[in-house]
């Protein structure tokens, strides 16, 4: 360590903070900091409780000051620390909260990054007792050494290098959000153009179909001969094949055997959720269950990737919203109502002349997704 830099226990660098009752003010509001106040993602406060004195919680006992530093002692990795900022000066947060408050020596935003580096944080992961409710004590965090320049200007210096460097970095992900907007919007903006061309006849969906299916409604287990496919296996498309459930069923296991490009289609769900859609790919022997409805599609007629490309369409799900059944949580589209949604259809051959280009504009959406992402 340079000669220009100190080591000392928080303990040592700090002043010791206010402690307050609101209670005694019952009629005065104030601003309320809970555990939960601070968002662990972006390390600012965006859920604070505005309280009478006399609706305060017994935790609602430490003041806090501008500059402050606030640090969640219970579960410590979740990381939850902010800087109080002018508008919660004076205000009161949780005992849940080890408040850091520098001394003269010490500039308080040099401690806020230090409780985000993984030295700290490591440390508190040690320290933390409790399965069920990991928390750290107060006298833990205390205990922690700091390292620091001697200098206050010199830790002012440190702060704005890494201020500059974090307005960057939240740039950039600004940008890489908003390209992975555009890639998304890309791909859509191709489909709807291709199927909104007028020159294509447009057909209910059950002209086309022989007749579509509901699965499975046998009940499931976590372990079992075949797994079954169901609504939240459905992701983008495709299916994922995460927590997944058996049958042991021989007649299901017959009768709702997947087979390839079978395209199935989310009938219940919350109302953003239903009408999602997913094409059978997969070599592993599958049944599906009863929320979901086969479409047996006419293969001289409609090929499958075009119909699930279709039914993951602004157009279809426009449509979905016209005939949905809604309740308060629960959405429904039965396979009469399927039936009845209006596909364009193309001659076959030019159907799967528009599948291989979304294809290839997929194939290459998705590797800027990921870079994006990344």
Request: charged share 25%; glycine share 4%.
């Amino acid at each position: 360590m340079r000669k220009d830099w100190e080591i000392k226990k928080l303990c040592e660098v700090l002043v010791k903070t206010e402690t307050i009752d609101p209670r005694k003010k019952s009629n005065e509001t104030f601003i309320y900091l809970d555990v939960s106040s601070v968002n662990k993602e972006t390390k600012e406060i965006d859920n604070a409780t505005v309280l009478l004195g006399k609706d305060a919680p017994s935790r609602a006992r430490k003041l806090v000051r501008t500059n402050d530093v606030i640090f969640a002692t219970v579960r410590p990795t979740h990381s939850r620390v902010a800087l109080i900022t002018q508008e919660y000066n004076k205000q009161v947060c949780s005992t849940g909260y080890f408040v850091l408050r520098g001394k003269d020596f010490i500039f308080n935003k040099y401690l806020f990054y230090f409780l985000l580096t993984d030295e700290f944080n490591e440390q508190m992961e040690k320290m933390q007792k409790g399965a069920s409710y990991p928390a750290v004590t107060d006298t833990d965090v205390k205990s922690i050494a700091l390292r620091y320049p001697k200098s206050l200007p010199e830790q002012q210096r440190i702060v704005a290098i890494l201020d500059e460097t974090f307005a960057a970095i939240d740039k950039a992900k600004a940008n890489a959000e908003q390209n992975l907007k555009n890639a998304k919007e890309l791909f859509d903006c191709t489909l709807d153009n291709i199927l909104y061309n007028k020159k294509w006849i447009v057909k209910e969906l059950g002209e086309v179909c022989s007749r579509v299916e509901y699965g499975s409604s046998t009940k499931s287990t976590p372990e079992g001969k075949l797994p079954v496919l169901r609504m939240g296996n459905i992701q983008n498309g495709s299916f994922t094949w995460d927590s997944l459930v058996y049958s042991d069923d021989e007649e299901d296991n017959t009768k709702y055997l997947l087979k390839h490009n079978d395209v199935l289609f989310n009938r219940t769900n919350s109302p953003e959720l239903v009408g999602k859609t997913a094409i059978y790919k997969s070599e592993m022997p599958s049944i599906f269950a009863g929320y979901l409805i086969r479409i047996h599609r006419k293969a001289n007629l409609l090929d499958a990737d075009y119909l699930n490309y279709y039914l993951n369409s602004k157009m279809a799900k426009d449509y979905g919203n016209t005939v949905v059944i809604s309740s308060v949580n629960q959405a429904n589209i039965n396979g009469t109502k399927l039936k009845s949604y209006p596909i364009p259809l193309p001659s076959l051959k030019d159907q799967q002349i528009i599948v291989q280009k979304l294809d290839a504009l997929s194939i290459e959406t998705k590797k800027l997704e990921s870079i994006y992402q990344q």
